[in-house]
């Protein structure tokens, strides 16, 4: 996911990189676009929920994601977290 504008945390890679040692990956990349694919390590809600709270001043989250707990990412610089 790709996020650009003035009160974004830029020019570096957020979150965790994923392990391409293990099995099975590496050697055929055609075994990353599967489902037996990449791990997903950040939920893509953790980086919308603190989009729309740290940039957006959205406080309502639950009526966006209900009954989701996010992550804190990094990415936006007005994190409420």
């Known amino acids: ?3 650009i504008g003035s009160q974004i945390n830029g ?3 957020h979150g ?3 392990d391409l040692s293990a099995p099975g990956l590496g050697v ?3 075994s990353l676009l599967g489902p037996e694919g ?4 950040c939920d893509y809600r953790s980086v919308l929920a603190e989009v729309l ?3 957006m001043d959205n406080q309502n989250l639950e009526k966006v994601f209900p009954a989701f ?3 804190r990412v ?4 007005n994190s409420i977290y």
């Open 16 to 18: 965790a990189k994923p």
């Open 1 to 3: 996911m790709m996020v």
């Open 69 to 71: 707990k996010s992550q």
């Open 38 to 41: 990449l791990k997903v390590l």
């Open 11 to 13: 020019g570096k890679i």
């Open 53 to 55: 709270a740290g940039v």
């Open 74 to 77: 990094g990415l936006a610089s």
């Open 28 to 30: 055929n990349t055609e």
